[in-house]
């Protein structure tokens, strides 16, 4: 069993930024695909990014493109989430995922899920 551990979220003004992370504790992450999604009140879970184990190939959303930016450090077991210009309407509970085998923008596809982080973006 892989256990994601989220942090980095909270309240911040539109405009501001948030980098959320997501460790992977005691074990390796390397060997796996990485994503983040999020969900917000009322909505199904969407897809934001994904990044290869590697770290050589990353997709995003259009919605998130040119705002977002995943990375990896696979030293520290940890993937990021760097979110930039953030609007009121990205406020939602953001989730990262693991895949061994899958990498793509297909939630349930995803073996290994966080237990989530609340982003607040005020006006």
């Known amino acids: 069993q892989v256990q994601l551990v989220e942090s980095g979220g909270g309240l911040v003004q539109a405009g501001d930024s948030l980098r959320l992370s997501c460790a992977v504790p005691?074990?390796?992450?390397?060997?796996?695909?990485m994503g983040w999604f999020r969900q917000a009140p009322g909505k199904e879970r969407e897809f934001l990014a994904a990044?290869?184990?590697?770290?050589?190939?990353?997709l995003y959303s259009d919605f998130v493109k040119g705002r977002f930016t995943i990375s990896r450090d696979d030293a520290k077991n940890t993937m990021y989430l760097q979110m930039n210009s953030l609007k009121p309407e990205d406020t939602a509970v953001y989730y990262c995922?693991?895949?061994?085998?899958?990498?793509?923008?297909?939630?349930?596809?995803?073996?290994?899920w966080g237990q989530g982080t609340q982003v607040t973006v005020s006006s």
């Open positions: 995922a693991a895949s061994r085998s899958y990498y793509g923008d297909y939630r349930n596809a995803y073996d290994y």
């Open positions: 005691g074990r390796t992450g390397s060997s796996y695909n």
């Open positions: 990044i290869s184990w590697t770290g050589g190939s990353t």
